[in-house]
């Protein structure tokens, strides 16, 4: 954990679990919805209907976790009245949370397309196109939640810079639907299934690179949002 966060320095020893349990709270949520991302890509690739429904089973267990740990600061913020890190603690892992049930959305999204597949007896081999830009953003995921455990800044700015690349990735997926399309107008709807798929992992890595702007907020109380990679690492150097 970075030097400049001290989370841990306060006179009541129930503050300081406190705040442990809820990070540890964001965490399993976190660990819940990266699986809920694997489980959907793998689901969508190989068409399998039972993984599919799990996926979209999971999303009620993520939204309750929202609730929860939304009720958990809620409480912390009324008793203990937090100020300075304490307090952008609180307000990082609110929209944390809020990023990662969206994560889950989007994971849901895989889920229920996987089901659509399989009822219709397709080729999994539609999705090929999925697969990299998929591992790409699961890759993404787990160095960000990495990077939440640590509160290790630089890992966070990677995983930012890395959104290009899932960005670059998408658009590429896209392209290349486009010109599917235009070849065979019988491939438009597969296209366009494939391109709702490529748009929910593309947003999973938008979601994801929010956390890590979290991060940098959290620990080093720079709101990096909005900014450019170059502006970014200028603010934080600042």
């Not at 993984?51 to 609730?67: I, R, W």
């Not at 509160?151 to 899932?166: G, H, N, P, R, Y």
């Not at 366009?192 to 999973?204: F, M, N, V, Y």
Request: net charge negative; hydrophobic share 40%.
């Amino acid at each position: 954990m970075e030097n400049d966060l001290k989370l841990s320095q306060h006179i009541s020893k129930r503050f300081n679990q406190e705040l442990e349990e809820v990070r540890n709270q964001v965490l399993k949520m976190g660990g819940l919805v990266e699986q809920q991302v694997s489980d959907g890509l793998i689901a969508l690739l190989e068409a399998d209907q039972i993984l599919g429904n799990k996926v979209v089973e999971t999303d009620a267990q993520v939204n309750a976790m929202e609730v929860e740990i939304d009720e958990t600061c809620t409480e912390i913020l009324a008793r203990r009245q937090p100020a300075a890190s304490d307090l952008r603690l609180m307000v990082s892992i609110i929209k944390t949370i809020t990023d990662l049930e969206r994560i889950g959305d989007e994971a849901e999204k895989l889920g229920v397309n996987a089901i659509i597949l399989s009822s219709k007896n397709n080729h999994s081999s539609q999705f090929a196109e999925l697969h990299h830009l998929g591992e790409s953003v699961k890759k993404m995921l787990n160095r960000a939640l990495n990077a939440y455990a640590r509160m290790d800044v630089e890992e966070a700015l990677a995983v930012i810079e890395s959104d290009q690349i899932v960005n670059k990735e998408f658009d590429n997926i896209s392209r290349l639907l486009v010109l599917k399309m235009m070849e065979d107008p019988r491939e438009i709807k597969n296209a366009l299934r494939i391109s709702w798929c490529a748009r929910a992992l593309e947003r999973i890595g938008d979601h994801t690179k929010n956390i890590c702007e979290y991060i940098v907020y959290l620990v080093k109380g720079k709101d990096v949002r909005h900014t450019s990679f170059k502006e970014m690492k200028k603010k934080i150097e600042s």
